[in-house]
């Protein structure tokens, strides 16, 4: 629900204080390197796609970034602390609310899950056409119902901006039916901390091609491989 998306824009705060928690609140700018994330529980992983994904942002300012991951303190401050704002919604949580399910025909034959994926779009991805330099997708396609995946692709192109990039987690086939699925969490500028999370069931793995055809259009899509069963992708818009 947008009711629930953290508005962290400082440029939009002053006229438009948001009623937020204190931990959301936007941190005054630091002329420093961010401290590292508090220690927590969980794995630390170096990510290469992270590292290009950041690439040049302590000369910027100013920059929007959407994460659709679990809610993440550590992200929020890391980019509120560098002067720039982030959107932070939960999409796999609003995906398994019963609101966004539709009751198949009495005749129906089995089948998968029906969804309103205008109504669920509507509620939680509602921004401006190119609203945003950057979006955070980790691995949420891999774990998300079928029948949203072209739909959220296709509205988070659209409200990417053109030079913008999506950062986005794959798993390769070794990773099993039984792979879990973990919150990623930003310990520094190369290194997730990844933590365990709902017991999502992984819907689907993607080959290489699968991946380019989510990112048909995109000027660029590099691939970023690694030791634990996850590909990293960079698409630039």
């Known amino acids: 629900m947008l009711q629930k998306v953290r508005n962290l824009f400082q440029s939009e705060s002053a006229s438009h204080p948001p009623d937020r928690t204190p931990e959301a ?3 005054a700018r630091s002329a420093t390197a961010v ?4 220690t927590l529980p969980g794995v630390l992983r170096h990510s290469n796609g992270l590292r290009e994904f ?3 942002w302590d000369k910027a300012e100013g920059r929007r970034v959407l994460d659709l991951g679990c809610t993440s303190s550590s992200n929020l401050g890391f980019f509120t602390q560098h002067g720039h704002g982030i959107y932070s919604d939960d999409l796999l949580l609003e995906a398994d609310r019963p609101r966004y399910r539709l009751t198949p025909a009495p005749d129906a034959s089995p089948a998968a899950p029906l969804f309103d994926a205008p109504l669920w779009l509507r509620e939680n991805l509602d921004f401006p ?3 945003f330099d950057a979006i955070l997708l980790w691995d949420l396609v891999d774990y998300m119902p079928e029948p949203l995946v072209k739909p959220l692709l296709e509205r988070l192109t659209a ?3 053109p ?3 999506i950062l986005a987690y794959f798993h390769t086939r070794d990773a099993g039916p039984e792979a879990p699925f973990f919150r990623y969490h930003i310990h520094d500028r190369e290194t997730l901390q990844l933590r365990p999370g709902p017991p999502y069931r992984l819907q689907r ?3 290489n091609r699968h991946v380019e055809n989510l990112f ?3 000027r660029s899509i590099k691939f970023f491989l690694a030791r634990d069963n996850l590909r990293e992708v960079l698409a630039g818009k």
């Open 54 to 56: 950041l690439n040049g």
């Open 35 to 38: 401290a590292p994330a508090p």
């Open 25 to 27: 609140r936007p941190s």
């Open 216 to 218: 048909r259009g995109y």
């Open 163 to 165: 030079g913008g990039t």
């Open 159 to 161: 409200i990417l901006r």
């Open 129 to 131: 056409p190119e609203r």
């Open 205 to 207: 793995i993607f080959n």
